[in-house]
């Protein structure tokens, strides 16, 4: 470490409470250390009320950018000058580019996810995907999906407090994008069964299938489920699902959230750098 930061290195924060736990300092540093790249990647507490100050730091401090998770994701906007077109939709930044001052907010999330189906040969491209979920994952996913021209995309959720937010995302997906979003109660499972019956991808975009909600399954059981249908989550901890379990008892072709998590690490890293991150060695370091 004393040999590897220098007056020269370059500083990119994380910002969020609580982030000790997180795993992206670890996946940045490594990458950057395997590339030979002269820049640190350092984990910030700071939540709703130091936010703006934090923000100005990276213009005083011209840091190169920053990650920004919960609870500053839909917040920051405010005091960053440019979105991203997927941020301005998502109304939520997770990365932001410092640019001689200029503060431009994406979010990587959605494109993290579309870049984890191509790494998995998924092409979801003019077809039709049918998800659970309207919190952050799944909206960042939602309008990714319908920018990057997936033609028809049935959103489920549970009438909670995302509820709202669900109907704005088909909202504006149908009024921005050429994609046809609906939305539906969760509840209703007959016509959960209907929608995924035609569709290429099912995916669980909801906190079910991880703590505290571990053991339970947005579809109800396997009947649910065809051998062509590929079956996603967004969750991955733990790495196997029930949801997952018992599609793969079907035939299902599956996937877990790992991928999105290091894809739009992957995004935010060459947003930053210019440079891809090293997918394969990550992918062994993580495992
Ligand atoms: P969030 O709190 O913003 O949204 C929660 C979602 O779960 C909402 O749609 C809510 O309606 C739904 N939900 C909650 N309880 C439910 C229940 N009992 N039945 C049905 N639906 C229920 O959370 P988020 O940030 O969108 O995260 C969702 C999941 O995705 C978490 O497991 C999170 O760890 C994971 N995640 C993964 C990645 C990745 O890179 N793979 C990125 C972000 C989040």
């Not at 489920?156 to 609906?182: L, S």
């Amino acid at each position: 470490m004393a040999e590897r930061i220098t007056g020269h290195t370059e500083l990119i924060g994380l910002m969020a409470y609580p982030i000790r736990h997180s795993s992206s300092p670890a996946m940045h540093n490594e990458a950057f250390a395997y590339l030979g790249l002269d820049y640190a990647y350092l984990a910030f507490e700071v939540d709703n009320n130091t936010l703006e100050d934090a923000v100005k730091g990276i213009r005083a401090l011209k840091l190169v950018g920053s990650n920004v998770s919960m609870p500053n994701k839909t917040v920051v906007g405010q005091y960053l000058d440019k979105l991203s077109p997927a941020a301005e939709l998502c109304g939520a930044v997770n990365t932001i580019v410092n640019e001689n001052g200029v503060l431009t907010g994406h979010i990587t999330d959605g494109i993290g996810f579309m870049q984890a189906l191509k790494d998995n040969d998924i092409d979801v491209i003019g077809k039709k995907m049918t998800i659970a979920g309207a919190g952050g994952a799944a909206t960042a996913i939602e309008i990714q999906a319908a920018l990057d021209g997936v033609k028809e995309i049935s959103i489920f959720n549970i009438h909670d407090k995302f509820w709202a937010n669900a109907e704005e995302t088909v909202r504006k997906i149908n009024e921005k994008t050429d994609c046809k979003a609906t939305l539906y109660d969760l509840d209703d499972k007959e016509k959960l069964r209907e929608e995924m019956a035609d569709s290429y991808i099912f995916v669980n975009g909801t906190g079910v299938g991880m703590k505290p909600l571990e053991g339970m399954s947005v579809v109800p059981d396997k009947s649910f489920f065809r051998p062509e249908l590929i079956v996603i989550d967004v969750p991955y901890s733990p790495l196997e699902t029930k949801m997952r379990s018992m599609a793969k008892e079907v035939g299902c072709k599956t996937m877990n959230g790992l991928g999105m998590m290091l894809f739009q690490g992957a995004a935010a890293f060459k947003l930053w750098t210019g440079k891809d991150m090293p997918i394969e060695h990550m992918k062994e370091v993580l495992n």
